[in-house]
């Protein structure tokens, strides 16, 4: 059995759904991608993504001594319908993968178990990346083999929908390359009419500025008037494109039950998750992807919500933060009392 079989029998007990191989330079179409989405001023305040271009656009760049790269796919599937929520206006719409565990720590271990049995196996060298590095995880997964990148731009396959987290393997061992993956879209738009605030300015195009996910995580101070109207009910995070993919009915569910909903962040309640301070916030969201944006911001994005909500009784808790430490903060609680009133 090659090096290589050998490998993904270790994967796939370490729970990936699925792998590919590419070498680090079957993309090179990635660098001259990014230049034009940076150009654009798609990235809006991601000031990281154009950082080290270079580095992005060029695995080798990034390692020279990089030889393959192992593209591997963790699923999330959610046993819920994630859009159920959007109809409910007075509770918040949470992304389906910061529903519990944080996937950067849960991947990161499984990828560290994978890369070591491959050192053991004679004179190799790794590296390993979930997300967190200049690395451009879809061009290379879908040189890989894995997917293709849809026309909401993430990766989808035929195989497993388009709930799943990627993972990268650098490495010095020469192993053989997959084929890569082609368009399976067709004349499907089902992901861009489901985008609330028409981001994709074209199939395969995103502009992240106007992107709910990039909103409700990225972006820092006021969101504009006319955005946050569109955010609806959404606090953290956006699934409405991925949901909408026709592929996914032949999703695999998940087995990391690390990843499964927790119950009270399926669908919480915005009174509820409005009158957190700085140390609640921390305990409440403790491992979760979510502590990252801190309280204020999550608060932000919990008053938008109280805001579209057309919820009278949820006025006061609105009104409650007239008065907040954080002048954004203060600013959402105001055009939420606005427009309840």
């Known amino acids: 059995m090659s090096l290589k079989a ?9 729970g990936f759904a699925k792998m590919g191989v590419c070498k680090p330079d079957a993309a090179p179409e990635t660098a001259q991608r990014l230049s034009a989405f940076v150009e654009a001023g798609y990235h809006g305040q991601m ?8 580095w992005r656009g060029s695995p080798q760049d990034l390692w020279p001594e990089c030889r393959s790269v192992i593209m591997l796919a963790e699923m999330y599937t959610p046993e819920h319908d994630p859009r159920t929520v959007l109809s409910r206006p007075e509770l918040g ?18 990828l560290k178990k994978v890369g070591r049995w491959l050192v053991e196996q004679g004179d190799i060298q790794i590296k390993v990346f979930v997300d967190t590095a200049p690395v451009m ?12 990148q849809g026309k909401h731009t993430n990766l989808l396959a035929r195989d497993l929908g388009n709930w799943f987290f990627l993972g990268a393997i650098f490495t010095t061992a020469e192993l053989e390359p997959d084929e890569a993956q082609t368009d399976n879209c067709g004349s499907c738009t089902a992901c861009l009419d489901a985008c609330p605030t028409d981001a994709f300015p074209a199939p395969f195009q995103l502009d992240a500025r106007r992107c709910i996910s990039y909103l409700t995580i990225e972006h820092k101070g006021p969101v504009a008037p006319e955005l946050r109207e569109k955010m609806g009910n959404h606090i953290y995070g956006c699934d409405d494109c991925l949901a909408a993919c026709p592929w996914n009915k032949f999703a695999v569910a998940a087995t990391e039950m690390k990843y499964a909903a927790r119950e009270e962040l399926k669908a919480p309640k915005l009174a509820a998750l409005v009158s957190f301070d700085d140390a609640s916030f921390r305990a409440r969201f403790s491992g979760s992807p979510i502590k990252r944006i801190g309280r204020d911001r999550f608060t932000r994005n919990v008053l938008y919500a109280i805001g579209n909500s057309g919820k009278p009784e949820l006025k006061s808790h609105a009104q409650a933060l007239l008065n907040d430490n954080d002048p954004v903060v203060r600013d959402a609680a105001e055009w939420a009392v606005g427009r309840l009133s």
């Open 6 to 14: 050998r490998l993904w029998d270790v994967a796939q007990d370490a």
């Open 47 to 54: 000031s990281w993504m154009a950082e080290r271009m270079n």
């Open 93 to 110: 719409a949470i992304s389906v993968y910061a529903q519990n565990k944080d996937y950067h720590d849960v991947a990161k271990k499984r």
């Open 137 to 148: 995880e879809k061009p290379l997964a879908q040189a890989a083999g894995l997917g293709w």
